[in-house]
Nanobody
Framework: QVQLVESGGGLVQPGGSLRLSCAASGSISSFYTMGWYRQVPEKQRELIASITKRGSTNYADSVKGRFTISRDNAKNTVNLQMNSLKFEDTAVYYC????????????WGQGTQVTVSS
């Protein structure tokens, strides 16, 4: 059983940056895809960035050009660099891992709060 633990959340002003990290208790090399979701109250969890074991990335339109996902299989970490943060980026951010190309996400972190406020 792999555990995912997010860190790096906090309070930031609009236009600022934060770097989220997701540390896995075991090897992430077996996971085909790692991703970052976010969720605001009363809304569904939204996939905002993902990266495959080959390094292919995908981003939601809402974060494209501002967020960058990276993966370090040697360190068993996945990071999300968030720049030019906006009020609407305020959410709880979750790390997730999926064994297969498609389908169910197998593992989730507990989430880390990001608040963008002046």
């Amino acid at each position: 059983q792999v555990q995912l633990v997010e860190s790096g959340g906090g309070l930031v002003q609009p236009g600022g940056s934060l770097r989220l990290s997701c540390a896995a208790s075991g090897s992430i090399s077996s996971f085909y895809t790692m991703g970052w979701y976010r969720q605001v109250p009363e809304k569904q969890r939204e996939l905002i960035a993902s990266i495959t074991k080959r390094g292919s990335t995908n981003y939601a339109d809402s974060v494209k050009g501002r967020f960058t996902i990276s993966r370090d299989n040697a360190k068993n970490t996945v990071n999300l660099q968030m720049n030019s943060l906006k009020f609407e980026d305020t959410a709880v951010y979750y790390c997730a891992a999926r064994l297969d190309v498609f389908g169910t996400w197998n593992y989730w972190g507990q989430g880390t709060q990001v608040t963008v406020s002046s």
